[in-house]
């Protein structure tokens, strides 16, 4: 049995919206926050993309998480 890489990129990005609502900010403020394109954040919420390492890190820093958290879903 193989991973369902497209489930994960959903499963996170459902992840990383809730996050983001409980903070009540838009995908503009959250990629503001962590330096990146609010239609990039947006495409991961959908799961369309799949964050590297190096943008999971300044999405946690935006969020005021540990890289951690944004695993737990």
Do not use: C
């Not at 369902?4 to 959250?30: A, C, M, N, P, V």
């Amino acid at each position: 049995m193989g991973i369902d890489s497209e489930k994960i990129k959903r499963e996170f990005g459902k992840h990383l919206k809730e996050l983001r609502k409980e903070r009540g900010w838009t995908q503009e403020e959250l990629a503001e926050r962590a330096d990146m394109h609010f239609t990039y954040v947006g495409q991961i919420e959908r799961g369309i993309r799949n964050p590297s390492l190096v943008n999971l890190y300044k999405l946690a820093k935006a969020l005021g998480v540990k890289g951690g958290l944004l695993l737990h879903f």
